[in-house]
């Protein structure tokens, strides 16, 4: 299994709601990212998970918790959102090696609209 | 500080002519490049990085460490090569991933 899939597609949630982004993927990476892209801007990276531990929080609102409980799975937990933080939220992953970086692979997206 | 330079924000050829995607990094390091491509409606995937030096479907990036750039180019456009491209830099052991604002190429027929 070559691919990220990411759960669900799409998603309309009140600013008052609690939901969850789901990623998974089985290609043994031990690198898993959370970015979110405005239409026609590239990803800005949110959070880097290394061996299941938190590496990069990049000043991201509370508002946004994510969780890895384990080596294949990474979600992103979601309270009280604002309107703007309507976009596509995307999942990759990687290889993780003595500090290398690899290529990121990256999963289709949850559009997400906050209302 | 990592950045990522793509000065063409939109880019317009016919079919068969030749395209040159700009991209110019900064970073103090030695950093890997990539190319990544966003067709529509798709998911984000990887074209090429720099140091497999391979041809993915007709497109090649040469990294000039001279003048830091890593320049995407194709000999003769395709109209399934419209989409948008963006050139990434990774350095360092923190993972992260720094793209350029993106070139929207369309290839005309």
């Known amino acids: 299994d070559t691919e990220v899939t990411q759960t669900p597609k799409h998603l309309v949630m009140g600013m008052t709601n609690k939901k969850s982004l789901k990623c998974e993927q089985h290609?043994?990476?031990?690198?898993m990212y959370w970015y979110k892209q405005k239409a026609k801007k590239p990803p800005e990276l949110m959070f880097v998970?290394?061996?299941?531990?938190?590496?990069i929080n990049e000043s991201v609102p509370s508002r946004f918790s994510p969780e890895c409980p384990n080596s294949s799975l990474l979600n992103l937990h979601l309270h009280a959102l604002q309107p703007e933080d309507s976009a596509l939220y995307l999942c990759?992953?990687?290889?993780?090696?003595?500090?290398?970086?690899?290529?990121?692979?990256f999963g289709p997206g949850t559009r997400l609209t906050v209302t | 500080a990592q950045r990522v330079t793509q000065p063409e924000k939109l880019l317009s050829v016919f079919k068969g002519a030749p395209v040159e995607l700009k991209c110019n990094y900064s970073y103090s390091g030695s950093p890997e490049l990539f190319w990544y491509v966003q067709y529509s409606r798709q998911r984000l995937q990887l074209l090429l990085r720099?140091?497999s030096r391979e041809s993915i479907k007709g497109f090649t990036a040469d990294l000039n460490k001279g003048e830091t750039s890593f320049h995407l180019k194709k000999p003769f456009a395709q109209e399934e090569d419209s989409a948008m491209y963006y050139c990434?830099?990774?350095?360092?052991?923190?993972?992260?991933?720094?793209f350029g604002k993106g070139t929207l190429l369309t290839v005309n027929p």
């Open positions: 990759a992953s990687s290889q993780v090696k003595a500090g290398v970086s690899y290529e990121q692979y």
């Open positions: 720099h140091i």
């Open positions: 290609m043994g990476h031990r690198a």
């Open positions: 998970y290394s061996y299941e531990k938190l590496s």
């Open positions: 990434a830099l990774s350095g360092g052991s923190n993972y992260k991933l720094t």
